[in-house]
């Protein structure tokens, strides 16, 4: 396994606050760049590589620790410097050496992948470690559970100080640089899981708005997705609420309905349960409430199958969580996703198991791009009642997780 | 001129904030990644080349702006799609086509570099334009001091919050936080310069210190450097001073010699002035300073023949400032830096110009790395009091900026 680099900012000596590369980070703990690991299987035996510094490093950038320094904070049985790696190999002649290679299924891209001179000597096993280290990640043990409360808390106490100060007139990034100082400050928690969502009225459908810089004006509807991260860890924690403390009618309707839709998961999300399932739950919830209260019209079930409700909702229902706020793990083995709206954008298609952490982050967005077309089309249009939609338009957007 | 693009954390769909790349920033001011950037030398035509984004962005990622909005906002010629870029040429058929190419003489590191289908059928001069546009950036505009007074204020105004904030107990990385939050709150200021460097007592004599995790005990030296940015515009201020507010006679001792040095440099700097022999201005005070004190002993001019100034200041002096901390520019067309301690450190090696931005910000540091092999040699040993030095182990340093 390769860690992270040291990264810089383009051609400069401006270096990047470095955060570890999510399953290097699963396997060993280790904070510093530049590493690498091994572990032997037949004995468990993990060997950790790290760079052979100079002495000028001191000067710069502090003390150059002895190899027994990592092996004491680590716990691995062995330190060699990242030049050894070459040689530790022809020693132990490994058939085959498992490499850590894969697409990662929410973004695409490529895993980076360890390699060395002289590996194309071996017989090399591409496919296997990616899944099985995937696999490993998605089941969370007690103390992984343990720290993920703690930065889930720390969150959670950062929005609730975000509350508190809120005013309208303020800019959406002050009260992000409040999120971010109360997550360092209080928790030593140096990085965010996800770049700051902070979306008061129209700035709020936008998913991944993250330019945070619109003035927050009053009776607006706030949607703040923030989520710090600590060792690695990650949260993901959305409210929603009026930028002034007061929901009006209009605001109670939206909530209401993404509340509704958060209850009827809670109630059935347990192991053995299937996400996709789930997710259709809430969309369905949403489409009923959003009949109630009159804004959607005709029956519920063909409202489903025109996926009216994966229009308001764009997003999936929730995702696994942990090393990555978007964990690795939702569609193993090379599983597809489905095609249909609402589907293809659900981050996990599995089964529950115990152990799993997922976000339940059901929404409901007024979208231009999305509900221009649907009221175009006579087969979709008919479900909205359209002179209460309109009142919709700019609104932003409502999620709850 | 190719612009920075989108990061991502690894493999992962964590986006990054986007932070333009310095002389593409500089040509266009163009806030968003992956566009490219034409000037027709004959005419000064300037077009922006800014991708072609898929409708799905409208919902994920905000407005899929029209090219006219570009235009508007950046005040280019003509908008076009990076897809554009092979047949723009083609029609132009440029001859040569000057590409940014270079190698930054603080960090080593190559440009990122403009390239398109079908580049190997023109001529192409990559020598001449990276250093031209390195000279323009040198010399600034009376818009960009404006600039860079603004964000300097900023910073200013961060680092006097965090002095008063301050006390013995606190962590380093609280402190650094309340920085970062006050320069993005109330400046706007999203980024920082470098990263900030939080140094309490012994921290404090590792140069680019950047972990921040240490306790703040009381009656420890503090050295926080810290400066954020805006527009990419830097700014690099440190400041020193006790952790309990009251400076001990030692640490008068070395701030008062540092100090002392900041006035002799800024009474010579001027027009016409050598920034090296500026640098050794700073060493031969500063050597003169912690002789008075009885730290140092011996001639002055024999201090400098042995270089004891450049180990106790193991940084330069200062360096260029702008659209980076440590601005292009300071050894132009491929000029070498001295090998001489001190000035193998010092990252401008020019004549001052008008219009130059340059920090002056000598330090003391004792850094046992630096230390230890000088005492070991009974040539440079003479020179220190090692009895009133030994009081100075773990000290950290004082930098003044
Ligand atoms: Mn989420
Ligand atoms: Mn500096």
């Known amino acids: 396994m390769k860690g992270g680099e040291q990264e810089f900012r383009f051609d400069t000596d401006h270096e990047k606050i470095f955060r570890q590369e999510s399953s290097f980070s699963y396997l060993t703990g280790v904070e510093e760049p530049g590493c690498f690991l091994t572990i032997e299987l037949e004995t468990g035996k993990s060997v950790l590589f790290v760079p052979d510094l100079p002495m000028e490093y001191a000067v710069w950038m502090g003390v150059v620790y002895p190899k027994s320094y990592y092996e004491e904070k680590y716990g691995v049985e062995e330190v060699l410097f990242v030049d050894d790696i070459p040689a530790y190999f022809k020693e132990k002649n490994p058939n085959p050496i498992f490499i850590n290679r894969g697409v990662n299924t929410d973004s695409g891209h490529t895993t980076m992948e360890a390699t060395f001179d002289g ?53 959406e990034y002050q009260l992000e640089s409040l999120f971010l100082h109360e997550c360092y400050a209080r928790g030593g928690a140096r990085c965010v899981a996800y770049t700051c969502i902070c979306g008061a009225g129209h700035s709020g459908a936008t998913l991944h708005y993250g330019r945070n ?118 569609y193993p083995g090379g599983a597809k996703r489905s095609a249909e709206p609402g589907l293809r954008n659900l981050r996990c298609g599995r089964h529950l198991e115990e152990g799993m952490v997922l976000t339940i982050e059901p929404g409901c967005y007024f979208v231009d791009a999305v509900l221009d077309p649907l009221l175009a089309n006579p087969e979709t249009a008919r479900f909205f009642n359209q002179e209460m939609l309109a009142t919709y338009r700019g609104f932003g957007g409502v999620r709850i997780e």
């Open 213 to 330: 810089n619109k003035r927050v004006e009053d009776d607006e509807m706030c949607l703040f997705d923030m989520g710090c991260e600590y060792q690695c860890y990650t949260s993901d924690i959305t409210c929603s609420y009026p930028s002034n403390g007061k929901f009006s009618d209009k605001m109670k309707v939206i909530y209401n309905a993404v509340l509704a839709c958060v209850k009827a998961v809670s109630k059935e999300v347990k192991p053995g349960a299937y996400w996709p399932d789930l997710h259709r739950l809430s969309e369905r919830t949403m489409c009923e409430e959003l009949k109630k209260a009159g804004l959607l019209q005709g029956d519920v079930d063909n409202m489903m199958k025109h996926f009216i409700g994966s229009s308001l909702q764009p997003h999936g229902l929730g995702h696994l969580m942990g090393l990555d706020v978007h964990d690795i793990g939702g």
């Open 119 to 171: 590996i194309d000597q071996y017989k090399v096993d591409y496919e296997r470690l990616f899944g099985d280290i995937g696999e490993c990640r998605v089941i969370k043990t007690p103390q992984e559970l343990e720290v993920m409360r703690y930065v889930a808390k720390i969150s959670s106490e950062a929005h609730k100080q975000v509350m508190r100060k809120m005013q309208p007139g303020m800019m």
